[in-house]
């Protein structure tokens, strides 16, 4: 079975926000849709390992913010490498209370706020089936997962469902003449004129030097 025609499945970003005891949590999640037109219901794929699950099978509340072109790259890494478990995540960014659950400031093409109704365990991940309750406007195009791999270019951490080993590992053969330092973050390629700088931060995650390994 060719795997790769997964790849041709298309997705949007969004960044996930709920409460857990008390404070606010989130994670980067693409795996999106809608399911039901009438009174909407929509779904959300999420690793077991994620804590941002346990907050929603607690809290049962939750925002989806849609996230647009424009939206910091800093909120997608800050959100999809590391665990709210030990992390505050809005730290940074600051956040706004809408439908009773956290919603991280910046531009983002729009907001859903839902309630979990279902829970279904599907091995590694749970499948979230949850009622719409209200939405926010926003402004922007919104990002698909394709513009964070081709544009941003950025990667997905083994708890994103839609994970691909491959990815760390394609050669941009455009780009020969550069030296090439990977983030052992969250995977963003740097591509530089000789060595980085001593202050380079990562744009996606905002790591420092020390996190960043040649690669070829
Ligand atoms: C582009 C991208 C897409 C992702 N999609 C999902 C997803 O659909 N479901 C999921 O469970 N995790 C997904 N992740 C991974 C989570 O965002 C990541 O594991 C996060 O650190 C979990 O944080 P938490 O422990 O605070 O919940 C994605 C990450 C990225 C960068």
Redesign the pocket.
Known sequence: MDLTVLYKLTYG?YVLGAFKDGRP????????FQVTSENPLLT????K?????D?IKEFKRFSLSIVAEDTAPGI?GK???????D?D?YHDFGYEVLGCTPCVKGSFAGRLILEAEQFIDCDT?VLVVARLKDTVKGTGTPMT?SY?HSTVK?????????YRKEETKVADTTAKTLNRYECDI?GYVAEVDGELPDDYECPLCCADKSHFFRIE
Do not use: E
Not at 49 to 53: E, I, Q, V
Not at 79 to 85: A, I, L, T, V, Y
Not at 155 to 162: D, E, H, M, S, V
């Open positions: 970003m949590v989130g994670c980067i999640v693409n795996t999106c959300v794929s999420l690793n390992n994620n804590y941002t699950l907050a997608i959100f999809g490498f590391s665990s709210s478990r992390n995540k991940h997962y964070y950025g990667k997905a951490p083994k708890n994103a469902p839609t969250c």
